[in-house]
């Protein structure tokens, strides 16, 4: 994740006039293992382009027997970062009044609904602060310029009631090791968790680290996972790209101590990759303990390792995350420790060192039958910056190639500012050419929920839909087929959904119609389990 000025530049690959950056550390194996904790699919997930095979109807019966449209696809997640971090993309400056914070942030919302997005992943823990109400760690800075001060109200709980009211699915999106952004401990809150316990860090290039070595972090951090998924109504728990700093010039991270007492003879690159593995395995076992239906995922790096280091990796010579971050994605995938990954492939297709034509299928490859959902995260703040980027069409053009891959079930973009922004018209070219319906969720069946009751009392008076309210719906979805004739695929693609609905409190729910025909309304739970639909007809 770029998120911070030193930073933005990382995503550029700084090995594009010489080749690989790093490379070092052993082959992987070639072979999966037959084993993994999450469900394969099996037949039994649903396609980025079409209808749930399993457990789900259309008017007049199973919609299994379909074909759906690959250019309408009926699930996709369409997502938005949202960096607080330096004041990135929210609030804009610290220290604004709570309505003008409260302002902005609906403005993304209402902008990511506007262009069909489906979820929004809020940055909520840059540096071992907190965005919330918190026991654990001090308030963030970037929300009153002062770290530790409270500002008088509850980010967290409003950020997601109004991701919630608009229909978008909320993720949490923390830093897991970053202990300060700016200097050293000196200048955080007495309170702050690296003031009481110094012995957990490590100062590296300017910033201070938590030592991802240490048993007591891990702990620390997962204890703030649950407490986060304890109290607030969040659908997912988030990770970036930050394991291990990135390497600098500031010499070797010092965690040798740390090495010598825990390492138990691993070399240092094996170690530290096992003690990422500890902290992603132990997080996702915390999340899916405390709420069930809580999604726990990642957005590694978009380069796992390269084919001159490892065999199995992709065809790039850009930066390693397995062997310069000791983060390995690959490990993650096969042993089920997360349910989705988001690679960010922030380079254009025919880039030397990072190809995203390259990069797509690779990752599509790396978890194809194990259950893990994949999806791409999307370069939209370099949209216009030079090179290929000039063009406006590129993003669009990545878009075209993640849609040739059955296991790219969408896409998440960096960052929220852009979104507003519209770079080239970038986004116009999306919203016309792939965004032109709403999408419903991937599902992920393993994690629970149930397809709510099929609506009831649905009629239609004054170009006005309504209809009973639904237990256990997050939303409605609104299919209109113009021509009245409903088959038995009305609902295996996108082509009739109009409109994915936010389930409003009360008895009845409500939708004004946009013109004659028939209309099928089906119930939505938070997972994306969708019920039969209910039928009228507008006269």
Same mark, same amino acid.
């Not at 075209?400 to 507003?420: C, H, M, P, T, W």
């Not at 639904?470 to 939303?475: C, F, H, I, N, Q």
């Not at 099928?520 to 994306?528: E, F, I, K, Q």
């Given at each position: 994740?770029?998120?911070?000025?030193?930073?933005?530049?990382?995503?550029?690959?700084?090995?594009?006039?010489?080749?690989?950056?790093?490379?070092?550390?052993?082959?992987?194996?070639?072979?999966?293992?037959?084993?993994?904790?999450?469900?394969?699919?099996?037949?039994?997930?649903?396609?980025?382009?079409?209808?749930?095979?399993?457990?789900?109807?259309?008017?007049?019966?199973?919609? @299994?027997?379909?074909?759906?449209?690959?250019?309408?696809? #009926?699930?996709?997640?369409?997502?938005?970062?949202?960096?607080?971090?330096?004041?990135?993309?929210?609030?804009?400056?610290?220290?604004?009044?709570?309505?003008?914070?409260? *302002?902005?942030?609906?403005?993304?919302?209402?902008? @990511?609904?506007?262009?069909?997005?489906? *979820?929004?992943?809020?940055?909520?823990?840059?540096?071992?602060?907190?965005?919330?109400?918190?026991?654990?760690?001090?308030?963030?800075?970037?929300?009153?310029?002062?770290?530790?001060?409270?500002?008088?109200?509850?980010?967290?709980?409003?950020?997601?009631?109004?991701?919630?009211?608009?229909?978008?699915?909320?993720?949490?999106?923390?830093?897991?090791?970053?202990?300060?952004?700016?200097?050293?401990?000196?200048?955080?809150?007495?309170?702050?968790?690296?003031?009481?316990?110094? +012995?957990?860090?490590?100062?590296?290039?300017?910033?201070?680290?938590?030592?991802?070595?240490?048993?007591?972090?891990?702990?620390?951090?997962?204890?703030?996972?649950?407490?986060?998924?304890?109290?607030? +109504?969040?659908?997912?728990?988030?990770?970036?790209?930050?394991?291990?700093?990135?390497?600098?010039?500031?010499?070797?991270?010092?965690?040798?101590?740390?090495?010598?007492?825990?390492?138990?003879?691993?070399?240092?690159?094996?170690?530290?990759? *096992?003690?990422?593995?500890?902290?992603?395995?132990?997080?996702?076992?915390?999340?899916?303990?405390?709420?069930?239906?809580?999604?726990?995922?990642?957005?590694?790096?978009?380069?796992?390792?390269?084919?001159?280091?490892?065999?199995?990796?992709? *065809?790039?010579?850009?930066?390693?995350?397995?062997?310069?971050?000791?983060?390995?994605?690959?490990?993650?995938?096969?042993?089920?420790?997360?349910?989705?990954?988001?690679?960010?492939?922030?380079?254009?297709?025919?880039?030397?060192?990072?190809?995203?034509?390259?990069?797509?299928?690779?990752?599509?490859?790396?978890?194809?039958?194990?259950?893990?959902?994949?999806?791409?995260?999307?370069?939209?703040?370099?949209?216009?910056?030079?090179?290929?980027?000039?063009?406006?069409?590129?993003?669009?053009?990545?878009?075209?190639?993640?849609?040739?891959?059955?296991?790219?079930?969408?896409?998440?973009?960096?960052?929220?500012?852009?979104?507003?922004?519209?770079?080239?018209?970038?986004?116009?070219?999306?919203?016309?050419?792939?965004?032109?319906?709403?999408?419903?969720?991937?599902?992920?069946? +393993?994690?629970?929920?149930?397809?709510?009751?099929?609506?009831?009392?649905?009629?239609?008076?004054?170009?006005?839909?309504?209809?009973?309210?639904?237990?256990?719906?997050?939303?409605?979805?609104?299919?209109?087929?113009?021509?009245? #004739?409903?088959?038995?695929?009305?609902?295996?693609?996108?082509?009739?959904?109009?409109?994915?609905?936010?389930?409003?409190?009360?008895?009845?729910?409500?939708?004004?119609?946009?013109?004659?025909?028939?209309?099928?309304?089906?119930?939505?739970?938070?997972?994306?389990?969708?019920?039969?639909?209910?039928?009228?007809?507008?006269?």
């Amino acid at each position: 994740m770029r998120t911070g000025r030193p930073l933005l530049a990382a995503a550029a690959l700084a090995v594009a006039a010489n080749g690989a950056a790093y490379a070092f550390g052993p082959d992987a194996p070639a072979a999966k293992p037959p084993a993994l904790k999450r469900a394969a699919d099996g037949g039994k997930a649903t396609s980025r382009t079409g209808s749930e095979t399993a457990g789900s109807s259309g008017a007049g019966g199973s919609t @299994a027997a379909c074909t759906p449209d690959p250019e309408h696809p #009926k699930r996709e997640l369409r997502g938005v970062w949202i960096a607080t971090v330096d004041n990135l993309d929210w609030p804009s400056r610290a220290g604004l009044p709570v309505a003008r914070q409260q *302002a902005e942030y609906t403005r993304i919302l209402d902008e @990511a609904v506007k262009r069909r997005f489906n *979820a929004v992943f809020v940055q909520i823990r840059p540096a071992s602060d907190a965005l919330y109400r918190s026991s654990l760690e001090p308030w963030s800075k970037y929300l009153t310029g002062k770290a530790g001060k409270d500002p008088g109200w509850d980010p967290l709980a409003f950020l997601t009631a109004e991701a919630h009211r608009r229909g978008l699915e909320f993720h949490a999106w923390l830093n897991p090791y970053r202990a300060s952004f700016e200097g050293g401990a000196n200048r955080l809150p007495a309170n702050h968790p690296a003031r009481l316990h110094p +012995d957990w860090t490590i100062p590296y290039e300017g910033r201070l680290y938590y030592d991802p070595g240490l048993p007591q972090v891990r702990d620390h951090v997962t204890a703030v996972v649950k407490d986060v998924v304890s109290r607030y +109504d969040v659908d997912g728990v988030h990770f970036d790209d930050y394991f291990y700093p990135y390497p600098g010039a500031g010499g070797r991270f010092g965690d040798q101590a740390s090495h010598r007492k825990y390492g138990k003879g691993q070399n240092l690159a094996e170690w530290r990759r *096992a003690n990422v593995n500890k902290l992603i395995a132990q997080v996702d076992k915390t999340v899916h303990e405390t709420k069930s239906y809580v999604k726990f995922g990642v957005s590694p790096f978009g380069i796992w390792r390269n084919k001159a280091q490892d065999r199995t990796g992709s *065809a790039t010579s850009g930066m390693s995350a397995y062997d310069s971050i000791y983060a390995d994605a690959r490990h993650w995938i096969r042993k089920g420790t997360v349910d989705y990954v988001i690679p960010q492939l922030y380079w254009p297709r025919g880039f030397q060192a990072a190809d995203y034509n390259v990069l797509a299928p690779w990752w599509a490859n790396e978890v194809k039958g194990t259950g893990v959902h994949l999806y791409i995260g999307m370069a939209l703040y370099q949209v216009g910056t030079g090179g290929a980027w000039r063009s406006p069409g590129e993003l669009a053009s990545q878009l075209a190639v993640n849609r040739k891959y059955d296991q790219i079930r969408g896409e998440v973009y960096f960052s929220a500012k852009q979104l507003l922004s519209n770079p080239l018209g970038a986004l116009n070219r999306i919203s016309k050419s792939y965004y032109d319906r709403p999408a419903l969720l991937p599902l992920m069946k +393993d994690l629970g929920g149930r397809a709510p009751a099929q609506p009831t009392g649905l009629g239609i008076q004054g170009g006005s839909l309504s209809w009973n309210s639904s237990a256990g719906a997050r939303t409605y979805a609104v299919y209109r087929i113009p021509s009245g #004739k409903v088959g038995e695929c009305a609902t295996a693609d996108a082509r009739h959904l109009v409109a994915v609905v936010p389930a409003g409190g009360g008895p009845r729910q409500a939708f004004t119609a946009p013109g004659g025909g028939a209309y099928l309304v089906t119930a939505v739970d938070r997972l994306g389990h969708e019920s039969d639909p209910a039928r009228v007809t507008a006269p």
